[in-house]
């Protein structure tokens, strides 16, 4: 079993930076995948960004954040951090973390392509 726990979010002006960061705990992988995804009120959980760790280094950054938002990885104690910059209103919803064993340049961005979540954190952006 894995246990993801997410850092505090908050919540910020437009234009602010907030780092959030996931800590796995528990069963390890030699290669495995963990995403951040988020959902508004009243909206489906979407994918943010993702990366694969183990076997070489991959991270994909959905196109709606892409230019803002990074994914990035501290080898210590596999924490993956999600940099948010330039926030704005819409990014508001609850960040969840995700982990899944193996690496696949194919399946990263859906919610079934995850085993493991975290409990969600909630970011709020004012205007």
């Known amino acids: 079993q894995v246990e993801l726990v997410e850092s505090r979010g908050g919540l910020v002006q437009a234009g602010d930076s907030l780092r959030l960061s996931c800590t796995p705990s528990g069963r390890t992988f030699s290669s495995y995948t963990m995403g951040w995804f988020r959902q508004a009120p009243l909206m489906q959980r979407e994918f943010v960004a993702a990366?694969?760790?183990?076997?070489?280094?991959?991270?994909y950054i959905a196109d709606s954040v892409k230019g803002r938002f990074a994914i990035s990885r501290v080898n210590a104690n596999n924490t993956v951090y999600l940099l948010m910059n330039s926030l704005k209103p819409e990014d508001s919803a609850i960040y969840y973390c995700?982990?899944?064993?193996?690496?696949?340049?194919?399946?990263?961005?859906?919610?079934?392509?995850?085993?493991?979540w975290g409990r969600g954190t909630q970011v709020t952006v004012s205007s």
């Open positions: 995700a982990a899944t064993p193996g690496c696949n340049g194919s399946s990263y961005s859906q919610i079934r392509d995850y085993d493991y």
């Open positions: 990366g694969c760790w183990g076997d070489g280094s991959r991270t």
